[in-house]
């Protein structure tokens, strides 16, 4: 076990402005990495894609440097920072040599403290979003992604809503309202640092200390419930038409659990089996393979801090959309009626405890999976236990887990593609 990152080997410490700070030596490396985030996701913006046009805009110069100023000093150590969003947290991560951690955080410190949002910088910037997001429209999974969100989730659900926002709301966002947004909620309170690599541990969180120990910021709202995210008790359908494509891709899926459900490594085994181990599981192997009816087919569990979705993607010829969508449907009525066979159990958790060592062989996998478990409250010893957890789980139970989230007759489906010669609504006719 000594192997594994745990409290063996972590250096765990809250400063007392609210930051957490976790550390592993790792004298193999010549390199450092910092992971982590903070409190200030799209959970708390009022305009869809603030978070995300912030996080972009944070990384285009600050009161001591300017955007140039500031990529050079990163690019002459060949040096790496990036600012990214989340739907509950804003995330960085950065990578320097060993003996460049303090430029990378003060670099750190001086991005999320006092970004300038320069008015060049930014209008440029909008206008590369905006590029983007009519591209978005043209991209046939992009949409599809789109409106199972709309469909899954109610309009005043966070989930409702995509990260990049509306062609509307980014032409609205002004520079007061990213400052405000900054001043109002970003701060130490709840946020992770963790540093991975070739580092004395005392050091290295004494230098986070002299860096960011003395941010405080008393406007930072605190976290607050998510809004239920009702089950899918019936059919939801919708197709969105795109010219000049010669693919469907499709969602089909439901409401899934969260990280912190008692059964989400259950649904993970299950998820695994379904549409992810080999050539995509059951999925890949009988749609794709047995039958040619996709170009692709797997399934994605997306839980997180909130009840992501639990859904199955394909793409497909436009003839093929039915049969595929009632393929998908044996496949889960297949899994809800007929327990799992110990041998295909057993390769699936090998499969899956056989992933951990290779997350785990950067010093990117093993920050990774450090903010994780602290993100999620899972406990440093998690990777110690996480084997025999995945072992525990029987065949009945992911009967029953399945059960509890997904039915052949009650999901969210949606496309995007060339029109269809069947409209997909009649699929279940």
Do not use: C
Not at 74 to 89: F, K, Q, R, T
Not at 151 to 179: F, K, N, Q, V
Not at 395 to 405: C, L
């Amino acid at each position: 076990m000594p192997d594994l990152p745990g409290p063996d080997n972590i250096l765990r410490h809250t400063l007392p402005n609210g930051i957490t700070v976790l550390i592993r030596e790792n004298s193999d490396a010549q390199s450092v990495v910092i992971d982590g985030l903070l409190r200030a996701g799209a959970v708390y913006e009022q305009q869809h894609g603030l978070v995300n046009f912030l996080s972009a805009a944070m990384m285009r110069g600050t009161q001591r440097r300017d955007f140039a100023t500031l990529h050079e000093e990163l690019e002459g150590v060949g040096a790496s920072l990036d600012i990214d969003s989340g739907v509950h947290h804003l995330l960085f991560d950065g990578k320097a040599l060993a003996e460049d951690l303090p430029l990378l955080l003060d670099l750190l410190n001086d991005v999320l403290r006092y970004p300038s949002f320069p008015e060049t910088q930014v209008e440029r910037l909008r206008g590369e979003m905006l590029t983007g997001l009519k591209l978005q429209q043209q991209n046939t999974r992009y949409m599809a992604s789109k409106l199972f969100r709309q469909h899954a989730y109610p309009a005043h659900h966070p989930y409702h809503h995509g990260l990049s926002g509306e062609i509307e709301t980014i032409s609205a966002i002004s520079l007061d309202d990213l400052r405000a947004f900054h001043a109002q909620q970003v701060g130490p309170q709840g946020m992770i640092v963790v540093i991975v690599g070739n580092v004395q541990a005392n050091a290295a969180l004494q230098a986070v200390a002299d860096t960011l120990g003395d941010w405080h910021n008393p406007h930072q709202a605190p976290p607050s419930p998510l809004p239920d995210a009702p089950p899918i008790t019936r059919p939801t359908i919708e197709h969105f038409p795109i010219a000049g494509k010669s693919q469907v891709d499709l969602l089909l899926g439901v409401v899934g659990p969260s990280r912190y459900a008692d059964d989400f490594l259950t649904a993970r085994v299950a998820n695994n089996i379904f549409g992810v181990f080999g050539m995509f599981g059951r999925l890949g192997k009988v749609i794709r393979e047995e039958q040619g009816l996709a170009y692709y087919s797997s399934s994605q569990l997306l839980g997180g801090h909130g009840p992501g979705a639990w859904r199955v993607s394909a793409g497909v010829d436009p003839s093929n959309v039915q049969q595929a969508v009632d393929s998908i449907r044996q496949q889960i009525a297949r899994l809800l009626a007929e327990p799992v066979g110990a041998d295909e159990l057993e390769d699936n958790k090998l499969n899956i405890m056989g992933s951990l060592p290779l997350s785990l062989e950067s010093n990117e996998g093993v920050a990774a999976q450090i903010v994780a478990m602290e993100s999620y409250g899972l406990g440093l010893d998690y990777l110690y236990r996480y084997s025999d957890a995945i072992n525990s789980i029987t065949a009945a139970q992911i009967q029953e887990t399945m059960a509890r989230y997904w039915s052949p007759d009650a999901f969210v489906l949606t496309s995007a593609g060339p029109e269809i010669a069947v409209p997909i609504a009649s699929v279940l006719q």
